[in-house]
């Protein structure tokens, strides 16, 4: 068994791909209209859907916009910098809302920032070693 996607509805397909494609570095892996339930799907990640787990974007069509509730908390992103992915996802529009630094409480360094829709992505530095994470 394997985590295969996790879905997030969003208000704007386009923008939303963007995002994840300019600002992460994802790939746009496959996209299909259902105009008979009028939704969308695209699917975006850094590797084949065969090969590792990849976000699914939903519009609903006419849903411009989602309250996202409080028991949603984020996606986690390993980087090799953490400083450094947030200075390129700020040069590349992203909303970075919480800078990098060590965790509260723990050494790994962390940082957020915040998809068109108001999600949260965590980005997670890489240990220097193998030690499970804080």
Same mark, same amino acid.
């Given at each position: 068994?394997?985590?295969?996607?996790?879905?997030?509805?969003?208000?704007?397909?386009?923008?939303?791909?963007?995002?994840?494609?300019?600002?992460?570095?994802?790939?746009?892996?496959?996209?299909?209209?259902?105009?008979?339930?009028?939704?969308?799907?695209?699917?975006?990640?850094?590797?084949?859907?065969?090969? +590792?787990?990849?976000?699914?974007?939903?519009?609903?069509?006419?849903?411009?916009?989602?309250?996202?509730?409080?028991?949603?908390?984020?996606?986690?992103?390993?980087?090799?910098?953490?400083?450094?992915?947030?200075?390129?996802?700020?040069?590349?529009?992203?909303?970075?809302?919480?800078? +990098?630094?060590?965790?509260?409480?723990?050494?790994?360094?962390?940082?957020?920032?915040?998809?068109?829709?108001?999600?949260?992505?965590?980005?997670?530095?890489?240990? +220097?070693?193998?030690?499970?994470?804080?």
């Amino acid at each position: 068994m394997r985590i295969l996607h996790t879905m997030l509805r969003v208000g704007h397909l386009q923008r939303s791909i963007d995002f994840y494609t300019s600002v992460l570095g994802m790939r746009l892996l496959r996209q299909h209209d259902y105009p008979d339930g009028q939704f969308t799907l695209a699917f975006v990640g850094y590797d084949d859907e065969s090969r +590792a787990s990849v976000i699914e974007l939903t519009y609903n069509y006419g849903v411009e916009r989602y309250e996202l509730g409080n028991a949603f908390g984020h996606i986690a992103i390993e980087v090799d910098d953490a400083y450094a992915a947030c200075d390129a996802a700020r040069q590349r529009g992203g909303r970075v809302v919480r800078e +990098a630094g060590p965790m509260k409480h723990g050494s790994t360094v962390i940082a957020f920032v915040e998809d068109p829709d108001g999600y949260k992505i965590e980005f997670i530095q890489k240990k +220097a070693d193998a030690r499970a994470r804080d």
